[in-house]
């Protein structure tokens, strides 16, 4: 299950409401911040680190985007391992099941 959203969109409290409801996340999530996120991030460190070397491909940073960003070509075939993890991760049967790199 993913929950997509911007930072600071109240992700996190949906996380904890649906987990609160039976839902699954990974058993690796980010730790708790203090002062920034004191109950937990619930993100799955290894789908943020694959987001962050995506967007680093891009050029990006999760907290800026170049001026053009609208002009990236995502088709391009220096995301096609990115895809390929999407896909495996969108087949997978668990909603624990890992989104590994090849």
Do not use: H, Y
């Given at each position: 299950?993913f929950?997509?959203?911007?930072h600071?969109?109240?992700?996190?409290?949906?996380?904890?409401?649906?987990?609160?409801?039976g839902?699954?996340?990974?058993?690796?999530?980010?730790p708790?911040?203090?002062g920034?996120n004191?109950?937990?991030?619930?993100?799955?460190v290894?789908v943020?680190?694959?987001?962050?070397?995506?967007?680093?491909?891009?050029?990006?940073?999760?907290?800026?985007?170049?001026?053009?960003?609208?002009?990236?070509?995502?088709?391009?075939?220096?995301f096609?391992a990115?895809?390929n993890q999407?896909?495996?991760?969108?087949r997978?049967?668990?909603v624990?099941?890992?989104?590994?790199?090849?």
């Open positions: 299950m929950v997509v959203g911007m600071r969109a109240g992700t996190s409290a949906l996380c904890a409401a649906l987990s609160a409801c839902a699954s996340f990974s058993d690796k999530l980010l708790p911040m203090a920034v004191d109950e937990g991030f619930w993100e799955s290894e943020v680190a694959i987001n962050e070397q995506l967007l680093a491909a891009a050029g990006f940073e999760w907290f800026s985007a170049p001026a053009d960003a609208e002009n990236l070509d995502w088709s391009e075939a220096k096609d990115f895809r999407r896909a495996r991760c969108s997978a049967d668990s624990k099941a890992r989104c590994k790199q090849s």
